[in-house]
């Protein structure tokens, strides 16, 4: 369990980091992609930053609750900018919705306090 814990945390991280990276780093396609969701060329170092800060919550093992809690709250606004801009359904609405599963599952599968916290119950 401890294994894919990790594994599906090493695989939300690796995105979101790549995410920030560019966001951080200014990259035109980067840039271009968030104006065409509606979000001023000026913006992109700022959300590059709070997703940056989140993650770095979510990878120090005492915050790591605290940081899928803020991923969580950055992955929604995700959704909802491409809910407004209408893109497709399951490329690109409930992409965000894939991160935050492996964000969470990860966390749940190698933090024995939250799997304490939130038992998963067998069928009775």
Not at 36 to 53: D, K, N, S, T
Not at 56 to 79: K, R
């Amino acid at each position: 369990m401890q294994a894919l814990g990790r594994t599906l945390t090493t695989l939300a991280a690796l995105f979101l980091g790549v995410d920030a990276l560019g966001k951080l780093l200014q990259l035109a396609p980067v840039v271009a992609g968030t104006a065409e969701l509606g979000y001023p060329e000026g913006a992109v170092l700022m959300i590059g930053v709070l997703e940056a800060f989140c993650l770095a919550a979510y990878l120090v093992p005492p915050t790591a609750v605290l940081g899928a809690l803020l991923l969580t709250g950055y992955l929604g606004g995700a959704i909802a900018t491409h809910m407004r801009a209408g893109n497709p359904l399951f490329s690109h609405i409930l992409f965000p919705v894939y991160v935050a599963s492996f964000v969470w599952g990860g966390l749940f599968l190698r933090e024995a306090r939250l799997r304490a916290l939130l038992p998963l119950r067998g069928a009775r």
